[in-house]
């Protein structure tokens, strides 16, 4: 039997991660997610996942790091995906890959703007560094804790695209740095972790809870998918929305526009209404890319910082996932069925190098 996309195929097991698609279940590191998203800094969401994985001992208590050498080459790349992947691979030291991320996102957005990379200070933690290293200020606490419960909230998921990419590498015997960077590949992509942003432009786009069931029949009804609703594992409301949400409601109320908050929340209802009129059965429930948008937009991140910022988390995870494939290793591969011609004869006339 021919498992298009793995569907349900086991191909590792593991103590990082537990994703329950049809309970809506997300438990990360033996804690339900919001447990770990909403309360943990990221510092200690990285701490116990690495231990987790086994790789406690081969890191630092994490930081953000300095530039990697050569760094301006970062400024040729205009994806910001493109110039992380690049960063990486010129990070030395694997054990400062982790505290690499941040530093090499804030330098390229910074460059790409005609300004100079900002060093991380010591004197705060790796989140409010991020948001530091990227306009120079000093981040409320609020935006501090926003970004923290949003970087733990994506930590790990499984064996998905990207982590499951890292897997593979790092089975062939190759090194941290080659895995992350092919993740970061993996991740790339819209159908992973490149989405969150239209998940926003349909908020902004209907602009006025009024307008939110005229402009939705008009995209379900012209089979436009709605981004922000649907996964390809939860049938039910993808857990990481709710600690989101809570998490964007804070945000908002205390350092923020609570209208476009409560505009979101009436788009979301509104979708998930007409999604049950329209596809009955299908169970296309909000998941993480909708309250994600609104979070980080709320952080004052432009929508280029989306993705690459869910790979600063995500690290944490492909290291984690890296460790424990080394601990039992088995080189992943798997089979495939041939389903081309046979038993076909090489005619050099059709080459064009037979002699006349």
Known sequence: MINNGLDGVIAAETALSMVDGERGELVI???PVAELALNATFEETVEILLECGGAATAFKPLKAAALPPHSKLLRDYENPMDALRIGVSLVQDE???LGSMATIVAAHHRL???ADPIHPRSDIGYAANYLYMLDGEIPSVERVRALETYLNTVVDHGLNASTFTARVIISTGSDLISAVAGALGALKG????GAPGPALDMVFEIGDASRAEEVLRKKIEAGEKLMGFGHRVYKVRDPRADVLAAAAERLYRRDGDMRLYELAKSVEATAIRLLEEY????RLQTNVEFYTALLLHGLGLDVSLFTPTFAISRTAGWI???FEQRRANRIIRPQSVYIGPRDRTWDRLRSGTAAE
């Open 95 to 97: 054990r400062d890959l």
């Open 190 to 193: 819209p159908l992973h972790g």
């Open 279 to 282: 596809k009955p059965g299908r």
């Open 29 to 31: 590191a033996g804690f």
């Open 112 to 114: 790409r703007r005609g």
């Open 320 to 322: 984690a996932h890296c």
